[in-house]
């Protein structure tokens, strides 16, 4: 009886110590669906007023089958960096938005929101043409790779969300 107390305590204390297979969406939105919390950081990051003229965002919802940490790595050019959210989450918005100037480095704003909790920070890369998106969800793991459309594909940049038991 004394086990079964204890075992039901941490279930509850601690969570169920799995992590569920997750799946994502993704799909281009407008400026103004994109959420107001993003909208602002992207604007002090950039200097200027985001305009659906020359701004365009994509939005990938990353569904995890249960709320655990959840950390996003990133690789661009001249490096990268690492984040957790600062809440558990079981769902998370991956928002990408870029200038569509086609000028070279471009540069690539990523925002990572769940649970009222919000990351990001930006990446460049060198290219001409847009980048090839290649995504992938591996279990708790999602990845969004951009490779270089014309040439020998080598990736321009790189974003890793994942869901894990640690808190940093």
């Known amino acids: 009886m004394r086990r079964a107390v204890l075992s039901v305590f941490a279930l509850v204390a601690f969570g169920?110590?799995?992590?569920?297979p997750g799946e994502f969406s993704k799909a281009t939105v407008p400026l103004d669906e994109v959420n107001p919390?993003?909208?602002?950081?992207?604007?002090?990051?950039?200097?200027?007023?985001?305009?659906?003229k020359n701004f365009s965002a994509e939005k990938y919802v990353i569904k995890f089958g249960g709320k655990n940490w959840v950390n996003i790595k990133t690789h661009g050019l001249g490096g990268g960096g690492d984040s957790q959210l600062p809440n558990?989450?079981?769902?998370?918005?991956?928002?990408?938005?870029?200038k569509n100037d086609?000028?070279?480095?471009?540069?690539?704003?990523?925002?990572?929101?769940?649970?009222?909790?919000?990351?990001g920070s930006y990446l460049y890369f060198q290219s001409a043409v847009p980048p090839r998106l290649e995504t992938v969800m591996n279990g708790t793991k999602f990845s969004l790779t951009a490779r270089n459309a014309s040439g020998k594909g080598e990736v321009l940049y790189q974003i890793l969300v994942e869901q894990t038991f640690a808190q940093r």
């Not at 169920?16 to 569920?20: I, K, N």
């Not at 919390?37 to 659906?52: C, N, P, R, T, Y």
């Not at 086609?102 to 990351?119: A, D, K, M, Q």
């Open 102 to 119: 086609g000028r070279s480095p471009r540069r690539i704003f990523y925002s990572v929101y769940g649970e009222h909790s919000l990351t």
């Open 16 to 20: 169920s110590g799995h992590l569920y």
């Open 88 to 98: 558990r989450a079981a769902e998370v918005d991956l928002i990408l938005i870029q």
């Open 37 to 52: 919390k993003v909208i602002e950081a992207v604007e002090s990051m950039q200097g200027e007023k985001l305009d659906a």
